[in-house]
């Protein structure tokens, strides 16, 4: 297409006459009227009751409603050979999801987000259909309030590429529920009980990179859902919300939960650790904030290095090597028991018998240096070597959230509310036991957290009890709960106003779905596109400035 032809893409900008409209004004009738949702969620969670719950208020605010389900995909794939799985294909039970996961995987294989690619053919292939004859190109064309809901992703590249694709029309809900509750679907849908366990697990992570990363998919999330709801309409009464929101309803205010969240979120941005930046924060029982967190390198005098420390900034990153300080010694660690097993190879086969010797003279082929290297390197990457955080120069972002309080005697944490973007390590889990800190809302799981495993007598995580010590009850132990609500990533776009909130009279502004935009807009066409027709517009403005002058 020629750079003439594709400013025809926006019509009726710049005609010549500088008494006509504006590109601003043409610009904005191309905003997209579509939304894309995805969904990603633990396997039992749910994610049916959601879709329909989501479905009818959508359809009740006159969207256009089609659903796109990736196991269609994985299910034409094993029918056509295209892939294959073990055992016939099964309908019902754990087979079934297993054949899923395994037909995903192998997908995978070949790339990454393959089966992202496949919901954007189905949503192009729905519009395409939609449009029929009704335009001649399908660019001219303008799209009718349509939601498109996909069903659902596993892998964070899955969901990279919508993103990319689809901008600030893409949603992705993350879907949460206990695993009792779970269990209990699965039950529900036939599925074997001695299978259950395993299915879950599979379905949380799987070390093979092609494999489902349903744990980093999740942390993706622009809401965050727990479907435990004990009836449909308290859960749809969240849903609607969500969707409200979307749509720049009036009245809407954070939760205490979002709220706290994002203040988290926003303390864990000044971090500076090369690993990744974690925030936390403290809410007391009257939802005041009393303290903020965020994992850095302790300064001498109290508090944490930050940009304010100047020349004295000693963080990893503006030291001399600018390396991190965990990863150096635990690779030294690494090369520690490179050096103990070549020594008790070594040994051992200095003290093997002649016969002995003999009988692993077939081996004298094999590349020992190497295979040391394998066998540590594997070691490393599959034990919890690799996610050691004893040799970090930085402070936890939970414990400096509490170390601030008593840095600065402005609070206690008895009964308080602690937020934190990552899901504790087992060394700031029992710190925030004996603080007392009541509830505890995270994000991100940790999988290599021992919290549950050395605390179990002292904490409950998203409502599991596993049984403690005696004399501990549920309601003493300290609650761990994922977050749920507006994302931080979200929190802005969904609560900063986007117009009038009152009239003339200063009556509240309430608006009707069905009757609105979306909040966040995203365009139809290329920028470059726009960029070269105000381009042309002002010049022919200026043009008829110079021809006739400006009055006064």
Same mark, same amino acid.
């Given at each position: 297409? !020629?750079?003439?032809?594709?400013?025809?893409?926006?019509?009726?900008?710049?005609?010549?006459?500088?008494?006509?409209?504006?590109?601003?004004?043409?610009?904005?009738?191309?905003?997209?009227?579509?939304?894309?949702?995805?969904?990603?969620?633990?396997?039992?969670?749910?994610?049916?009751?959601?879709?329909?719950?989501?479905?009818?208020?959508? !359809?009740?605010?006159?969207?256009?409603?089609?659903?796109?389900?990736?196991?269609?995909?994985?299910?034409?794939?094993?029918?056509?050979?295209?892939?294959?799985?073990?055992?016939?294909?099964?309908? +019902?039970?754990?087979?079934?999801?297993?054949?899923?996961?395994?037909?995903? /995987?192998?997908?995978?294989?070949?790339?990454?987000?393959?089966?992202?690619?496949?919901?954007?053919?189905?949503?192009? *292939?729905?519009? +395409?259909?939609?449009?029929?004859?009704?335009?001649?190109?399908?660019?001219?064309?303008?799209?009718?309030?349509?939601?498109?809901?996909?069903?659902?992703?596993?892998?964070?590249?899955?969901?990279?590429?919508?993103?990319?694709?689809?901008? /600030?029309?893409?949603?992705?809900?993350?879907?949460?529920?206990?695993?009792? @509750?779970?269990?209990?679907?699965? @039950?529900?849908?036939?599925?074997?009980?001695?299978?259950?366990?395993?299915?879950?697990?599979?379905?949380?992570?799987?070390?093979?990179?092609?494999?489902?990363?349903?744990?980093?998919?999740?942390?993706?999330?622009?809401?965050?859902?727990?479907?435990?709801?004990?009836?449909?309409? %308290?859960?749809?009464?969240?849903?609607? @919300?969500?969707?409200?929101?979307?749509?720049?309803?009036? $009245?809407?205010?954070?939760?205490?939960?979002?709220?706290?969240?994002?203040?988290?979120?926003?303390?864990?941005?000044?971090?500076?650790?090369?690993?990744?930046?974690?925030?936390? !924060?403290?809410? /007391?029982?009257?939802?005041?904030?009393?303290?903020?967190?965020?994992?850095?390198?302790?300064?001498?005098?109290?508090?944490?290095?930050?940009?304010?420390?100047?020349?004295?900034?000693?963080?990893?990153?503006?030291?001399?090597?600018?390396?991190?300080?965990?990863?150096?010694? =635990?690779?030294?660690?690494?090369?520690?028991?490179?050096?103990?097993?070549?020594?008790?190879?070594?040994?051992?086969?200095?003290?093997?018998?002649?016969?002995?010797?003999?009988?692993?003279?077939?081996?004298?082929?094999?590349?020992?240096?190497?295979?040391?290297?394998?066998?540590?390197?594997?070691?490393? *990457?599959?034990?919890?070597?690799?996610?050691?955080?004893?040799?970090?120069?930085?402070?936890?972002?939970?414990?400096? %959230?509490?170390?601030?309080?008593?840095?600065?005697?402005?609070?206690?944490?008895?009964?308080?509310?602690?937020?934190?973007? +990552?899901?504790?390590?087992?060394?700031? %889990?029992?710190?925030?036991?004996?603080?007392?800190?009541?509830?505890?809302?995270?994000?991100?799981?940790?999988?290599?957290?021992?919290?549950? #495993?050395?605390?179990?007598?002292?904490?409950?995580?998203?409502?599991?009890?596993? $049984? $403690?010590?005696?004399?501990?009850?549920?309601?003493?132990?300290?609650?761990?709960?994922?977050?749920?609500?507006?994302?931080?990533?979200?929190?802005?776009?969904?609560? +900063?106003?986007?117009?009038?909130? =009152?009239?003339?009279?200063?009556?509240?502004?309430?608006?009707?779905?069905?009757?609105?935009?979306?909040?966040?807009?995203?365009?139809? #066409?290329?920028?470059?596109?726009?960029?070269?027709?105000?381009?042309?517009?002002?010049?022919?403005?200026?043009?008829?400035?110079?021809?006739?002058?400006?009055?006064?």
């Amino acid at each position: 297409m !020629s750079a003439e032809a594709k400013l025809n893409i926006v019509p009726d900008i710049g005609s010549g006459d500088v008494s006509g409209r504006r590109p601003s004004e043409a610009i904005a009738e191309r905003k997209s009227k579509e939304l894309v949702i995805a969904f990603a969620g633990p396997i039992g969670s749910g994610i049916q009751a959601v879709k329909e719950r989501i479905t009818e208020i959508l !359809s009740a605010s006159s969207y256009q409603v089609h659903h796109i389900k990736i196991s269609d995909y994985l299910k034409e794939c094993i029918s056509k050979k295209l892939i294959s799985v073990t055992g016939e294909p099964a309908d +019902t039970g754990a087979e079934r999801y297993i054949q899923m996961q395994d037909a995903g /995987n192998a997908l995978r294989v070949r790339q990454a987000d393959i089966l992202a690619e496949y919901a954007i053919l189905r949503v192009a *292939e729905i519009r +395409t259909e939609k449009i029929g004859t009704e335009a001649d190109d399908v660019t001219d064309f303008l799209p009718e309030r349509t939601a498109y809901l996909i069903d659902q992703l596993k892998h964070p590249e899955e969901i990279a590429l919508l993103r990319a694709v689809y901008g /600030n029309l893409f949603y992705l809900f993350g879907v949460l529920s206990v695993t009792p @509750r779970r269990e209990s679907r699965l @039950r529900s849908e036939g599925v074997e009980p001695n299978k259950i366990s395993e299915l879950i697990e599979r379905d949380r992570k799987q070390p093979e990179k092609n494999g489902q990363q349903l744990d980093k998919a999740l942390q993706l999330a622009d809401f965050f859902i727990r479907n435990d709801h004990s009836n449909a309409e %308290a859960l749809g009464s969240q849903i609607k @919300r969500f969707v409200d929101l979307m749509h720049g309803a009036n $009245g809407l205010s954070p939760t205490k939960e979002e709220y706290g969240m994002y203040v988290a979120y926003a303390a864990g941005l000044r971090s500076a650790c090369l690993s990744r930046q974690v925030g936390a !924060s403290i809410m /007391n029982v009257d939802g005041t904030i009393i303290s903020t967190g965020r994992n850095d390198v302790p300064r001498p005098g109290g508090g944490l290095y930050g940009p304010e420390s100047g020349m004295d900034d000693a963080r990893c990153v503006k030291l001399e090597a600018g390396v991190c300080h965990n990863d150096v010694y =635990k690779r030294n660690l690494l090369k520690d028991i490179k050096a103990v097993l070549s020594e008790q190879l070594g040994q051992h086969f200095s003290e093997l018998s002649e016969k002995e010797k003999r009988c692993v003279q077939t081996l004298s082929g094999i590349n020992v240096e190497e295979l040391l290297n394998k066998i540590a390197e594997k070691a490393y *990457e599959e034990t919890r070597l690799s996610g050691l955080i004893e040799f970090s120069r930085s402070i936890h972002a939970e414990m400096d %959230a509490i170390v601030s309080l008593a840095l600065k005697g402005t609070g206690s944490t008895k009964d308080g509310t602690l937020f934190t973007y +990552t899901f504790p390590c087992h060394n700031c %889990a029992r710190h925030i036991v004996a603080a007392g800190i009541k509830t505890v809302y995270y994000l991100e799981p940790y999988e290599k957290s021992l919290a549950l #495993d050395l605390h179990s007598d002292a904490i409950a995580i998203d409502g599991i009890d596993a $049984g $403690g010590e005696a004399g501990a009850t549920g309601d003493r132990k300290v609650r761990f709960l994922h977050f749920e609500g507006v994302a931080p990533r979200q929190y802005l776009n969904m609560f +900063t106003p986007s117009g009038e909130r =009152k009239d003339k009279a200063g009556k509240a502004i309430m608006i009707k779905i069905r009757e609105v935009e979306k909040k966040v807009p995203e365009y139809l #066409d290329d920028y470059r596109q726009y960029e070269l027709k105000v381009v042309e517009h002002l010049k022919k403005v200026i043009e008829g400035l110079e021809g006739g002058g400006l009055s006064s």
